[in-house]
């Protein structure tokens, strides 16, 4: 620590506060049994750095370092409180209090701990929403806010929901594991969703001055590998591959400034070859399967755009046929966006709209901002001046994220000055 003043010991604490948290507090999960608890250790865990890393230097290991003080502060609690008493016994027996072997190898396990409370969270005890829930809570740390904003739904709900969660997991006494070969299969499809909803939170924020979370995009995909190695099928492998191919244009979807950049403009040499030629592997497997599901054929189609280049355009076709099959394998207002947006790529702007106000006309869209700016894109290229600003307009008044609003705007501002 020498050398650093007490902005720079706050700032690294911090990093360590994004980059662990979330991993020590699985381990905490596992080691003391209760949400609740974990989550009170964890932050005595980081308290007490905020007072020795200062003093005493970083640790080595921050994370080893954060779990064997949160776990015997966990235990200071349970002592307090009088009960569990069993289990600090157990724990003692275990061999708490010696670090740092102890607490090291429990860092080597943090990614079991991880699967093992994703598994946890989605147990189907809980109800549908509360599995999702407490998973973006508890596993990836978003507010009751970020989550309530995800689901067009207010945050006292969605607290209550997370509440709910935790109680019937501590009344029920449902196991923290991963579950066996039988139950596997059937347990890890809300699994896989959960791990898309969260990329996607970090892809495309909810809200806030940035557009990508990419600490998210990157749990995600380390989850989504996790999954694979645990469960070797087509539609894991079409996950993986659909974050994969995804992330590879992170870098080139938002400007210096911070400003949106549509997938036309976007500058390839900035998009991640390694992550591309592994996505693109893995759909390739997942396809030749036979079994391929939604995932795999979401990253078919990203794989065929990630595929074009100032040589080779897009292939509308092959995308097109993609979406037609896609939708009949799951069917829905979104699916059939994408593919209109598609359409209008092969057959031009007339035949993409055609289908787009269809949806509209049905209404289970109307608070979706890129049906609205969807439209509002072939309005304007269709030379439909002031349909193009309504769509656009209302999109804006959805959009709760600045990029998307910065971009919304200077698409009205153009319009405008065209009249």
């Not at 974990?38 to 994370?63: I, K, T």
């Not at 596993?139 to 607290?159: D, F, H, K, Q, V």
């Not at 892809?203 to 190695?229: K, P």
């Not at 590879?248 to 500058?267: F, H, P, W």
Request: aromatic residues 6%.
């Amino acid at each position: 620590m020498v050398g650093l003043d007490a902005s720079a010991v706050r700032a690294k604490i911090d990093l360590a506060y994004r980059a662990e948290s979330r991993r020590v507090f699985a381990t905490l999960v596992r080691l003391l049994g209760d949400f609740d608890l974990a989550e009170e250790a964890l932050h005595e865990a980081f308290a007490a750095a905020l007072l020795q890393w200062p003093r005493d230097g970083f640790p080595s290991e921050p994370r080893a370092w954060l779990v064997t003080v949160g776990r015997l502060r966990g235990i200071d609690v349970l002592r307090r409180r009088r009960r569990f008493d069993r289990t600090i016994q157990d724990l003692r027996v275990a061999g708490l209090q010696a670090w740092p072997p102890q607490a090291t190898a429990e860092v080597e396990e943090v990614a079991d701990d991880r699967l093992r409370l994703l598994f946890t969270c989605c147990r189907p005890e809980l109800p549908h929403d509360a599995q999702i829930a407490l998973t973006l809570r508890e596993l990836c740390g978003l507010t009751t806010e970020e989550i309530a904003r995800a689901y067009l739904a207010r945050p006292s709900t969605i607290a209550q929901r997370i509440v709910r969660a935790k109680q019937r997991i501590r009344e029920q006494a449902l196991p923290y594991e991963v579950p066996g070969a039988a139950e596997l299969p059937s347990r890890s499809a809300l699994v896989m969703r959960v791990i898309y909803l969260v990329f996607n939170e970090g892809y495309s924020a909810s809200s806030g001055a940035e557009r990508i979370r990419a600490e998210l995009c990157l749990e995600a995909i380390r989850l989504a590998r996790l999954l694979v190695d645990l469960l070797p099928h087509p539609e894991a492998d079409g996950l993986l591959a659909l974050l994969l191919l995804q992330d590879a244009r992170r870098q080139a979807r938002i400007s210096e400034q911070g400003d949106i950049v549509l997938l036309a403009d976007q500058d390839r040499s900035l998009w991640d070859r390694q992550r591309i030629a592994e996505g693109t592997a893995l759909v390739e497997r997942s396809l030749k399967s036979g079994t391929a599901g939604p995932y795999a054929l979401q990253a078919a189609i990203a794989a065929t755009y990630a595929e074009s280049d100032a040589a080779r355009p897009i292939d509308w076709a092959q995308i097109v046929g993609l979406h037609d099959v896609l939708s009949q394998v799951a069917p829905s207002p979104v699916a059939r966006l994408a593919r209109a947006i598609a359409l209008a790529g092969r057959d031009g702007p007339a035949a993409g709209l055609k289908l787009i106000e269809a949806i509209l006309e049905e209404g289970v869209l109307d608070n979706y901002l890129p049906v609205h700016a969807a439209r509002g894109d072939l309005c304007q290229q269709l030379e439909r001046v002031e349909d193009a600003l309504s769509s656009f307009r209302r999109a804006l008044e959805l959009a709760q994220q600045a990029p998307e609003q910065r971009y919304l705007q200077q698409k009205i501002a153009s319009l405008e000055n065209e009249r």
